[in-house]
T-cell receptor, first 111, second 115 residues
Framework: RKEVEQDPGPFNVPEGATVAFNCTYS??????FFWYRQDCRKEPKLLMS???SGNEDGRFTAQLNRASQYISLLIRDSKLSDSATYLC????????????FGAGTQVVVTP | DTAVSQTPKYLVTQMGNDKSIKCEQN?????MYWYKQDSKKFLKIMFS???????INETVPNRFSPKSPDKAHLNLHINSLELGDSAVYFC??????????????FGPGTRLTVT
């Protein structure tokens, strides 16, 4: 079983619409959670950290559900520039900062 | 003013050769990492150094040898390159990890093609 699982997509989203997707993680002791975005042939870039109470950054909202061990990302008012692969990232406990990356969810925003 | 930089960006070489990739960060971070992203797009950690000390060493062939001359630099040397080494190699850095897990910041990647 993979440590971090994501629906690979693609999620095809009309511009201006809302899209949401989840990832699940296997280690209940994980404490740090992040969403990264990766554009084609580019490096992963931190989008946002995910906090226990949920957090928002502009059009992006992240939620954490510890009981069910999943993290979600919601993008409102999608822009063409939101087209990317979104990586769910979870720390491996007691491992000197080791992060486990999901394979990513591809989002394609269409005009 | 690139925060994490890597050289070279592209590397095409033949099987059996030895090559090095260099990484530098100017973020003042204490911890640096090497990741491999293969054609299936999974990012897998290979090594991590905390203030020049090796702290993560995943199951990586010993043809791969990291070296950290100081906490701002982490290089990766690969001996006897094989076809399966073809991938994108990313360097990353983060603040000191002893007290928790912090966000990591990635370099632009080195696309290695072994022919």
């Amino acid at each position: 079983r993979k440590e971090v699982e994501q629906d690979p997509g693609p999620f095809n989203v009309p511009e201006g619409a809302t899209v949401a997707f989840n990832c699940t993680y296997s280690n209940s002791a994980s404490q740090s959670f992040f969403w990264y975005r990766q554009d084609c042939r580019k490096e992963p870039k931190l989008l946002m950290s995910v906090y226990s109470s949920g957090n928002e950054d502009g059009r992006f909202t992240a939620q954490l559900n510890r009981a069910s061990q999943y993290i979600s990302l919601l993008i409102r008012d999608s822009k063409l520039s939101d087209s990317a692969t979104y990586l769910c990232v979870v720390n491996e406990p007691d491992s000197w900062g080791k992060l486990q990356f999901g394979a990513g969810t591809q989002v394609v925003v269409t005009p | 003013d690139t925060a994490v930089s890597q050289t070279p960006k592209y590397l095409v070489t033949q099987m059996g050769n030895d090559k090095s990739i260099k990484c530098e960060q100017n973020l003042g971070h204490d911890t640096m990492y090497w990741y491999k992203q293969d054609s299936k797009k999974f990012l897998k950690i290979m090594f991590s150094y905390n203030n020049k000390e090796l702290i993560i060493n995943e199951t990586v062939p010993n043809r791969f040898s990291p070296k950290s001359p100081d906490k701002a630099h982490l290089n990766l040397h690969i001996n006897s390159l094989e076809l399966g080494d073809s991938a994108v190699y990313f360097c990353a850095s983060s603040p000191l990890v002893t007290s928790g897990t912090y966000e990591q910041y990635f370099g632009p990647g080195t696309r290695l093609t072994v022919t």
